[in-house]
């Protein structure tokens, strides 16, 4: 049975190899699974390749750091999951592209595109001025904005003009990241601490080693309502900022497909849908 079963599936994949030589249309995008970096395979070839073994559709590398709920976040399987990947997996649909996850440091993510690791970046990431000029960023698809948060037994800190001489914890890279920064040139925060992931900026406020943790705010309040009466929002949110997903500077193409799919995604109610669904990803 399991031999018939394997033989059967061998068939369909030399079928669709020769039926996807026959077609060898343009349009596909890179991915290095099927073809080592270096192999004397055209583009044109490569493509081919890529496209038969996934059903004719380009297959396209999406990174993410997935310790960031309710946006992404990995389940028990492994999987990555949240807002980001069910919207991305919309537009994908949407637009026949496949896409693959992978689960990496914030910080890395953008060189991850420039240098082709991956081919989309969606992670919560805040569209601002800066990295606009080394990504293309999508039509924005959700808003957000920064908050301030402490230990709840913290009765000092209200607000950022209580940051005065103090430790604050951030996420490496990030726009929480940034703003201590600013607050540290203005001579109000003392020092950055930073960390890969937010559940390790949340551990330094808990040890004591950091007095603050500027974070998203509905990132920081789906932390809390995993684990509630370890840290609390203090003051009033920081600033307002989009989320918008990323291809590479030139990738026009693709960046004109994930626009057209968020727009339809939006237009025929799945938007909405999926928006309903993200508290799901905000429990523990
Ligand atoms: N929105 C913030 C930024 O763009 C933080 C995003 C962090 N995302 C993540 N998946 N860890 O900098």
Request: glycine fraction near 8%; proline fraction near 4%.
């Amino acid at each position: 049975m399991q031999k018939l079963l394997r033989t059967i599936a061998m068939f369909l994949v030399i079928a669709t190899v020769v039926f996807a030589a026959g077609c060898a249309e343009q349009g596909g995008k890179k991915t290095n699974e099927s073809t080592p970096a270096g192999e004397a395979t055209t583009a044109q070839e490569n493509n081919t390749i890529r496209k038969s073994t996934s059903e004719q559709m380009p297959t396209y590398i999406v990174g993410t750091e997935a310790q960031f709920p309710p946006f992404e976040i990995v389940d028990s399987q492994g999987k990555v999951i949240g807002f980001d990947v069910d919207l991305m997996n919309s537009i994908a649909e949407d637009q026949g592209f496949k896409v693959k996850y992978v689960d990496q440091d914030f910080a890395g993510l953008i060189p991850a595109l420039q240098t082709g690791n991956i081919d989309i970046i969606a992670s919560g990431m805040t569209i601002t001025d800066e990295r606009a000029k080394e990504v293309n960023f999508s039509e924005p698809y959700i808003t957000a904005g920064l908050a301030l948060a402490v230990t709840v037994d913290n009765e000092n800190i209200k607000s950022v003009d209580d940051l005065k001489g103090k430790t604050v914890a951030v996420q490496t890279g990030s726009t929480g990241f940034m703003k201590a920064e600013e607050l540290k040139k203005a001579g109000i925060v003392t020092e950055i601490k930073d960390f890969a992931h937010v559940n390790e900026a949340i551990e330094e406020l808990k040890i004591g080693g950091a007095d603050a943790m500027i974070n998203d705010l509905p990132v920081t309040n789906a932390f809390i309502a995993a684990q509630p009466g370890v840290i609390k929002i203090v003051g009033e949110p920081l600033n307002s900022e989009s989320y918008g997903f990323a291809v590479r500077s030139g990738n026009t193409e693709l960046i004109k497909k994930i626009n057209t799919g968020l727009k339809n995604v939006k237009a025929s109610g799945k938007y909405d849908e999926l928006l309903a669904n993200l508290p799901k990803y905000m429990e523990k």
